[in-house]
């Protein structure tokens, strides 16, 4: 059975690299130490980017999946998540029963 954490989801906004300022949904157990509730607790203006790893494809020759800065914008219990739509009237992003 699946813990808790790995049932979680996160909306990410990929901080650098190729996927630069990209969103993607990935379970928040992918994002190295992430600690929901202090995320929860920290304004948006104070938080940090997290560090995630990208569990797709070959693992690295060390064994690990290559790892990329990311910033959380969104968590939720919903699995998978449903209904994330983008480009609302001024260009920002509209969320939906995330």
């Known amino acids: ?48 980017t997290e560090v995630a790893e990208w569990k797709h494809g070959k693992k690295t020759p060390g064994g690990t999946y290559l790892s990329y800065d990311c910033q959380v914008l969104l968590c939720s219990s919903k699995y998978p998540c449903n209904r994330l739509c983008l480009g609302g009237r001024n260009g920002s992003p509209i969320y939906e029963a995330f």
Do not use: C, Y
Request: charged share 40%.
């Open 1 to 48: 059975m699946a813990s808790n954490s790995e049932k979680r989801q996160a909306l990410v906004k990929w901080a650098g690299g190729r996927d630069d300022g990209k969103l993607d949904i990935i379970p928040t157990a992918w994002i190295k130490n992430f600690d929901e509730g202090k995320w929860k607790s920290t304004s948006e203006d104070d938080r940090e």
